[in-house]
């Protein structure tokens, strides 16, 4: 299994471009998210969904838009990117939606939005 | 609703000195409970979790928490710190019902040789 993997693993940016990150995972997963972290921020969840076809909005979820068409796959859309958004993003996923199961943890990608 | 605190956003030790790492939770229901590391460049990994059997959690490379509901803590602890343990260590709690879990803000280790 590869578990969860992301790309790019970095990425430079121009205020105002989009791009989506992606993210997929091989574990048959039905939980993934997303989070951003910060120095001295620790993770906040900007976007979540507990199955194909069901996302919901997170901590911070402004700037952002997610789907999730297929169980494997959950890419995450800047719409309009601004130097707020630089930040590191991962990815994860958790079998169920049970609140006693591990969270695994996609490698991130580096984002620098100029 | 739930939340954690980890106490120290930096924690200095020496090379074989025990590792303490605080972490305070608040949950209106029975809390699952977690530590998980995350070394450079990386992404998070496990290093045990509190699902309400043993208070006393063990986990991986030498770590261990102990649930205390008494003092709503979990404490991460290691009795000999080694250099390849320097990290960025969360607590993150969660409940039954809310899948979503909470993280704290982070305590990065640093081990002196």
């Known amino acids: ?114 | 609703a739930q939340s954690v605190t980890q106490l120290g956003s930096h924690v200095s030790v020496s090379e074989g000195a025990l590792v303490l790492l605080r972490c305070n939770y608040s949950s209106s229901v029975p809390p699952y409970l977690f530590w998980y590391v995350q070394y450079p460049n990386q992404g998070l990994q496990l290093l045990l979790k509190y699902t309400s059997a043993a208070t006393l959690v063990k986990g991986i490379n030498g770590f261990e928490a102990e649930f205390k509901k008494s003092e709503t803590s979990f404490h991460l602890t290691k009795p000999s710190a080694h250099m390849s343990d320097a990290a960025e260590y969360f607590c993150a709690v969660s409940r039954g019902g809310s899948y979503i879990p909470t993280f704290g803000r982070g305590t990065s280790l640093i081990v002196h040789p």
């Open chain 1, 1 to 114: 299994n590869a578990g969860v993997t992301q790309t790019p693993k970095f990425q430079v940016l121009k205020t105002g471009q989009s791009m989506t990150l992606q993210c997929a995972q091989d574990m048959n997963h039905e939980y993934m998210s997303w989070y951003r972290q910060d120095p001295g921020m620790g993770l906040r969840l900007i976007h979540y969904s507990v199955g194909a076809g069901i996302t919901d909005q997170g901590e911070v979820p402004n700037g952002y838009n997610v789907s999730r068409s297929t169980t494997e796959d959950f890419p995450l859309r800047l719409l309009s990117a601004a130097p707020s958004q630089t930040s590191v993003y991962f990815c994860a996923s958790s079998y169920s939606v049970e609140g006693a199961d591990t969270q695994y943890f996609g490698p991130g990608t580096r984002l620098t939005v100029l």
